[in-house]
């Protein structure tokens, strides 16, 4: 049904053939190419997941991009980061990238970059926004319309980058000769991952490597959609499963006993990589400088992140800032803070080293960093860090929020609130996130606390008054 269009700092989502067709993609490619042009640099990159209607909406948007002028860069179908990483590689003034991310197979959306590689926030999204729905921008004449050019090589650069990282330790990872499982869920994971997990010497099984776009099951990688994974790791004795989502984005683990672990453990672990709890090279604990004047390296992550990533944080001497759920919320705040590693809860890895970008091919290699490092199981990890339970459900949207907030307000009196992102009320060691989601029409409920009835309690609390 119409009504599907989610514009928002995660870009522009909608149900393909519904909200979302070929026409509006190349208005949006147009009106993004011409602010790219304005600033001085009509090049643009464009990639795309494996999603079905991909290739159709590439075409449209660089038609549309053609249409204001642009230098197109098309890199074809790749994960979102390597998009990212091409940006920055290409000197490019912008970058498109067709993907819907963890979206079910109907929808797609366009996710907006600027020349920093980092996606565009909600303020500039929204004035693109304006431009393509006020009709677009200029055309250019016969004589002015831009070109097309292909690169192939941006997956193959994005692995080299990994691999050169001063942090990775790559003798290290193929000497402990690892077995993983791996779930990339047909989308464009499945012509990258296998590859990494060979170059780093891994043994590998691995299921739904098609990169067709037609999910076998949800795409985006929850504990409760990761059961095929966890009977694979099992027949195959891996000593750890990983699922991607749809673009390559954000990484889940499954432990050695096949059960789901949570995606905040990613973060979680890569924050412990980096910190210097997974053999890091050259010895000790990376070495970086804070801005506000301290000596202590940042770790920031988004209000819905779990404590795990706070208290892995704290084991590795660093502050540790939240920022708002989105990506370009959390690289802002990585850039300003002059921050070491962040990301977000749902698997999401960025490392300034690399690029400020969600990296799941880059959280590999640190897990498999610090599996080696500490030779120890995934389970008798996550046995030794603090534990929490964290629950996460989501109702449709329509409730008027602001007035929720304050009933949950005055109801905990005693909890520390923050309000940049929807309303999250916070204790020592449990807290509770509301807010409406930048990707699907709902609104988004997260709990934590030290035991299940804890993150229970805290959540049936919103659940009643909406």
């Given at each position: 049904?119409?009504?599907?269009?989610?514009?928002?700092?995660?870009?522009?989502?909608?149900?393909?053939?519904?909200?979302?067709?070929?026409?509006?993609?190349?208005?949006?490619?147009?009106?993004?190419g011409a602010r790219a042009a304005a600033a001085g640099n009509p090049r643009v990159v464009i990639g795309r997941d494996a999603?079905?209607?991909?290739?159709?909406?590439?075409?449209?948007?660089?038609?549309?991009?053609?249409?204001?002028?642009?230098?197109?860069?098309?890199?074809?179908?790749?994960?979102?980061?390597?998009?990212?990483?091409?940006?920055?590689?290409?000197?490019?003034?912008?970058?498109?990238?067709?993907?819907?991310?963890?979206?079910?197979?109907?929808?797609?959306?366009?996710?907006?970059?600027?020349?920093?590689?980092?996606?565009?926030?909600?303020?500039?999204?929204?004035?693109?926004?304006?431009?393509?729905?006020?009709?677009?921008?200029?055309?250019?004449?016969?004589?002015?319309?831009?070109?097309?050019?292909?690169?192939?090589?941006?997956?193959?650069?994005?692995?080299?980058?990994?691999?050169?990282?001063?942090?990775?330790?790559?003798?290290?990872?193929?000497?402990?000769?690892?077995?993983?499982?791996?779930?990339?869920?047909?989308?464009?994971?499945?012509?990258?991952?296998?590859?990494?997990?060979?170059?780093?010497?891994?043994?590998?099984?691995?299921?739904?490597?098609?990169?067709?776009?037609?999910?076998?099951?949800?795409?985006?990688?929850?504990?409760?959609?990761?059961?095929?994974?966890?009977?694979?790791?099992?027949r195959s004795r891996a000593d750890v499963g990983m699922a991607v989502d749809p673009d390559v984005d954000r990484l889940a683990?499954?432990?050695?006993?096949?059960?789901?672990?949570?995606?905040?453990?990613?973060?979680?672990?890569?924050?412990?990589?980096?910190?210097?709890?997974?053999?890091?090279?050259?010895?000790?604990?990376?070495?970086?400088?804070?801005?506000?004047?301290?000596?202590?390296?940042?770790?920031?992550?988004?209000?819905?992140?779990?404590?795990?990533?706070?208290?892995?944080?704290?084991?590795?001497?660093?502050?540790?800032?939240?920022?708002?759920?989105?990506?370009?919320?959390?690289?802002?705040?990585?850039?300003?803070?002059?921050?070491?590693?962040?990301?977000?809860?749902?698997?999401?890895?960025?490392?300034?080293?690399?690029?400020?970008?969600?990296?799941?091919?880059?959280?590999?290699?640190?897990?498999?960093?610090?599996?080696?490092?500490?030779?120890?199981?995934?389970?008798?990890?996550?046995?030794?860090?603090?534990?929490?339970?964290?629950?996460?459900?989501?109702?449709?949207?329509?409730?008027?929020?602001?007035?929720?907030?304050?009933?949950?307000?005055?109801?905990?009196?005693?909890?520390?609130?923050?309000?940049?992102d929807g309303l999250r009320l916070a204790w020592p060691d449990r807290w509770v996130h509301l807010r409406p989601s930048g990707?699907?029409?709902?609104?988004?409920?997260?709990?934590?606390?030290?035991?299940?009835?804890?993150?229970?309690?805290?959540?049936?609390?919103?659940?009643?008054?909406?």
């Open positions: 049904m119409p009504g599907t269009l989610i514009v928002s700092a995660s870009g522009v989502r909608g149900i393909v053939g519904v909200d979302l067709t070929p026409e509006l993609v190349a208005r949006y490619a147009a009106a993004l999603r079905t209607s991909g290739e159709m909406f590439a075409r449209s948007a660089i038609a549309g991009f053609q249409s204001v002028g642009c230098e197109v860069v098309d890199i074809g179908l790749v994960p979102t980061p390597t998009a990212q990483l091409a940006v920055e590689f290409h000197r490019a003034g912008a970058g498109l990238i067709l993907t819907a991310s963890h979206n079910p197979v109907e929808w797609n959306a366009l996710k907006l970059v600027g020349p920093d590689g980092i996606f565009l926030d909600g303020a500039a999204v929204a004035e693109i926004r304006i431009l393509a729905e006020s009709g677009g921008p200029a055309r250019k004449a016969w004589d002015g319309i831009g070109t097309v050019r292909d690169d192939p090589g941006a997956t193959v650069r994005h692995l080299d980058a990994i691999e050169a990282l001063p942090i990775v330790n790559v003798p290290l990872i193929r000497a402990a000769r690892l077995r993983v499982a791996v779930d990339c869920v047909r989308g464009a994971g499945g012509a990258v991952i296998p590859v990494l997990l060979a170059r780093l010497g891994c043994e590998v099984s691995g299921i739904h490597l098609e990169t067709d776009g037609r999910f076998p099951r949800e795409p985006e990688p929850l504990p409760e959609n990761l059961g095929e994974l966890g009977d694979l790791v099992r683990l499954v432990d050695e006993n096949g059960e789901a672990i949570g995606e905040d453990y990613t973060l979680a672990f890569a924050v412990r990589t980096v910190l210097g709890g997974g053999a890091v090279p050259h010895g000790g604990r990376v070495a970086g400088e804070g801005r506000n004047g301290s000596d202590r390296p940042v770790v920031v992550a988004n209000l819905s992140t779990s404590l795990v990533v706070e208290d892995a944080a704290r084991d590795g001497g660093a502050r540790f800032l939240r920022a708002p759920v989105g990506e370009s919320n959390v690289a802002k705040a990585m850039v300003a803070e002059g921050a070491v590693i962040g990301g977000e809860g749902n698997g999401g890895v960025i490392l300034p080293a690399l690029h400020m970008g969600r990296d799941a091919p880059l959280g590999v290699a640190l897990i498999l960093q610090y599996l080696a490092g500490q030779k120890r199981t995934v389970s008798a990890l996550v046995s030794a860090s603090p534990r929490y339970r964290i629950l996460k459900t989501k109702v449709k949207r329509g409730a008027d929020l602001p007035p929720l907030y304050e009933k949950l307000k005055a109801r905990f009196p005693e909890a520390a609130t923050d309000q940049r990707t699907e029409p709902v609104i988004r409920i997260i709990a934590e606390g030290p035991t299940e009835p804890d993150a229970r309690q805290l959540m049936d609390a919103c659940r009643s008054l909406l």
